[in-house]
T-cell receptor
Framework: KQEVTQIPAALSVPEGENLVLNCSFTDSAIYNLQWFRQDPGKGLTSLLLIQSSQREQTSGRLNASLDKSSGRSTLYIAASQPGDSATYLCAVSPHNQGGKLIFGQGTELSVKP | EPEVTQTPSHQVTQMGQEVILRCVPISNHLYFYWYRQILGQKVEFLVSFYNNEISEKSEIFDDQFSVERPDGSNFTLKIRSTKLEDSAMYFC?????????????FGPGTRLTVT
């Protein structure tokens, strides 16, 4: 059974720091991996999707990497800002048929001015 | 930019009552999903829907749950007889067809409170 784990559970950094959020999954047979942002009491905003054949994806200050064989992904946030404060969720899709997502518990990020 | 919408934003119901949560997916998307998130817990998959039928469902999605796409735009989740443990945030999501991106787009959620 696929399990997704995110470390750390919470992270507090000063504004301007570069930071890395970690995601691991137990079964390397994934079709893709998606990173989301969730603000308190709100829905999920998709940040990046990495297909299983890809090693990384970039969007602005965000860079996500994928090492499928070791069951790991990282989300790198450059030059963090207070507006980046949110919970970041990692989710994997075990297969392309249907494409359900299995989520980690998230990393709660706080960026202090 | 197209987005997934959900109504109502908050639903309060008494135990044993039926509720219908409504979603309008992005118009050209073909795959539809329901997830739920109990307060403080992980987001959990409930069901996926494609070509007017359920393609996959989780253990949570028992006989008390059903989904329907009654017309070309709406996608609904019905809980027949709600229980206290059904209290959660329910998210609808959609994605394009097989030739498009596999990226799932989520709605803002419906907070269901069962009393």
């Amino acid at each position: 059974k696929q399990e997704v784990t995110q470390i750390p559970a919470a992270l507090s950094v000063p504004e301007g720091e570069n930071l890395v959020l970690n995601c691991s999954f137990t079964d390397s047979a994934i079709y893709n991996l998606q990173w989301f942002r969730q603000d308190p009491g709100k829905g999920l905003t998709s940040l990046l999707l990495i297909q299983s054949s890809q090693r990384e994806q970039t969007s602005g200050r965000l860079n996500a990497s994928l090492d499928k064989s070791s069951g790991r992904s990282t989300l790198y946030i450059a030059a963090s800002q207070p507006g980046d404060s949110a919970t970041y969720l990692c989710a994997v899709s075990p297969h392309n048929q249907g494409g359900k997502l299995i989520f980690g518990q998230g990393t709660e990020l706080s960026v202090k001015p | 930019e197209p987005e997934v919408t959900q109504t109502p934003s908050h639903q309060v119901t008494q135990m044993g009552q039926e509720v219908i949560l409504r979603c309008v997916p992005i118009s050209n998307h073909l795959y539809f999903y329901w997830y739920r998130q109990i307060l403080g817990q992980k987001v959990e998959f409930l069901v996926s829907f494609y070509n007017n039928e359920i393609s996959e469902k989780s253990e949570i999605f028992d006989d008390q749950f059903s989904v329907e796409r009654p017309d070309g735009s709406n996608f609904t989740l019905k809980i027949r007889s709600t229980k206290l443990e059904d209290s959660a945030m329910y998210f609808c999501a959609s994605r394009p067809g097989a030739t498009g991106s596999y990226e799932q787009y989520f709605g803002p959620g419906t907070r269901l409170t069962v009393t």
